[in-house]
């Protein structure tokens, strides 16, 4: 039997050094005037959110968060950083975009990029509808 891209026997599990390449590759692919106004919002990958972050957001499971934006975004104002302040941060959470990926028809990718758009677009309080168009964009 020859390899195909459809044969995932020898595939492993995407690894979190893998969510950094395909998180920036998400990003460079956003329209530039997005990116631009990103500047100095950190991208994290982690494996799970923590229990602080999960009783916060009231999430029933470990697996109900995909991604988070924490800082201040363009929408509050006063985005410069105090002494003291973390930078904006935006972190996507793998194992639970592995469980999602899993259950669905969307490409790891695609899932990858709408929750990058939407964790930043909390970031310039964006509706979801600016979210929508700016994926489209970067397809």
């Known amino acids: 039997m020859s390899e195909t891209a459809d044969d995932w026997t020898d595939s492993s599990a995407p690894t ?3 969510f950094e390449d395909m998180a920036q590759t998400a990003f460079d ?8 106004l990103c500047a100095g919002v ?10 602080e ?6 999430c029933e499971s470990d697996y109900d968060l995909l991604g988070l934006f924490r ?15 973390q930078p904006n941060m935006v972190w996507l959470y ?8 899993a259950d669905g ?7 990858i990029r709408h929750v990058l758009v939407h ?10 509808d600016d979210m929508e168009r700016i994926e489209r964009e970067a397809e």
């Open 16 to 18: 979190l050094a893998d």
């Open 29 to 36: 692919a956003l329209p530039a005037r997005f990116r631009n």
């Open 42 to 51: 950190v991208i994290r990958i982690d494996d799970w959110p923590d229990d």
């Open 53 to 58: 972050t999960l009783d916060e957001m009231k």
């Open 71 to 85: 800082g201040r975004g363009l929408a509050q104002g006063d985005v410069l950083a105090h002494t003291g302040q």
């Open 94 to 101: 793998r194992r639970p975009i592995l469980d999602y990926w």
């Open 105 to 111: 028809e969307d490409t790891i990718g695609a899932i």
């Open 119 to 128: 964790e930043i677009g909390h970031h310039f309080g964006l509706s979801d």
